[in-house]
């Protein structure tokens, strides 16, 4: 008997194909339009109103879904930046240099202040859980200052970085270079 995995039917894969693209056009269309009608997403997706319907009941949910994403972004964002090479400093400056270019893709969502969602704070948390070692190595070296708490500069850091997007005048500004001269300036050792 052949143990090899069978690739899912048509119709499987049809159904996660759509969720991304409708996500896709999601993001896409409340970045130029915050106000867009699910009707909208649908037209920019190219596929029916029923179908994005059948994936999200309402906009709440496709906004929901858009979050989620997001998080994965910033997750996979995370991954990519190498935590493990270089200095703390080094790690944090190529974090913040991801999470810029990933949020400015995401500011709409953004300026509807997820952040006074406690689900999506802890989410975040998760997410960025991992920084909180870094900023530990960063202080054992010296780098970063030790009087603040490693969790509390992570917190710091996601929050400017949301305030930064927020207020960036277009995509392509200095968003990443701004929290990261914020950040360092108030967290690093002057040694550093």
């Known amino acids: 008997m052949d143990d090899t995995p069978s690739a899912p039917p048509p119709r499987r894969r049809d159904v996660a194909r759509h969720r991304g693209m409708l996500i896709a056009a999601a993001t ?4 130029r339009n915050p106000e867009a009608s699910m009707a909208d997403i649908a037209r920019v997706a190219e596929l029916t109103r029923a179908t994005v319907y059948r994936h999200f009941p309402n906009r709440e ?44 893709g995401l500011r709409f969502m953004l300026l509807q ?6 689900r999506f704070l802890a989410q975040r948390a998760q997410v960025l859980a991992p ?8 202080q054992r070296e010296g780098h970063l200052r030790e009087n603040l708490a490693p969790e509390w500069i992570v917190t710091a850091m996601a929050s400017l ?12 500004s200095a968003v990443g270079e701004l929290v990261r001269r914020t950040l360092m300036s108030g967290v690093a050792t002057d040694a550093s």
């Not at 896409?28 to 970045?31: G, L, M, Q, S």
């Not at 930046?81 to 790690?91: K, P």
């Not at 305030?163 to 005048?169: E, H, L, P």
Request: aromatic residues 2%; negative net charge.
């Open 61 to 104: 949910a496709l906004e929901a879904a858009i979050r989620s994403e997001a998080l994965a972004r910033a997750s996979r964002a995370l991954d990519e930046s190498r935590l493990d090479e270089g200095t703390a400093l080094e790690v944090l400056q190529r974090v913040i240099r991801a999470l810029s270019a990933q949020g400015m």
């Open 131 to 138: 920084l909180v070692d870094v900023v530990r190595r960063g």
């Open 113 to 118: 202040a997820p952040d006074a969602d406690p």
């Open 161 to 172: 970085l949301v305030a930064a997007v927020r207020d960036a005048a277009s995509p392509d």
């Open 28 to 31: 896409e269309e409340f970045a």
